[in-house]
């Protein structure tokens, strides 16, 4: 756990270990929400909305369906 202080321009400094950690830039933006505990979220507001909300699992598709294409490849290639 790290700590950090609010400045008097109600700005604080995100510790060096969790910019790297996360790859936070310099320019980087967040939202930020407060849960009923008290807790501060600040979560990174991607660059590229697409690349945000793309699913590991289309990833996944996109394999299943090139090895398949080149498995039918394979078969058509058998059959001529």
Known sequence: ???TTLSVKGQIVIPLRIREKQKL???QRFE???MSDGTI???PI???IVD???LP???KLEKALAE???QEGRRYERMI
């Open 68 to 70: 398949e294409r080149r």
């Open 32 to 34: 930020v929400e407060t």
């Open 52 to 54: 945000a909300i793309r």
């Open 25 to 27: 830039r310099v320019g």
């Open 41 to 43: 979220l600040l979560i």
């Open 46 to 48: 991607p660059d590229n």
């Open 57 to 59: 699992a289309a990833e």
């Open 1 to 3: 756990m790290s700590e």
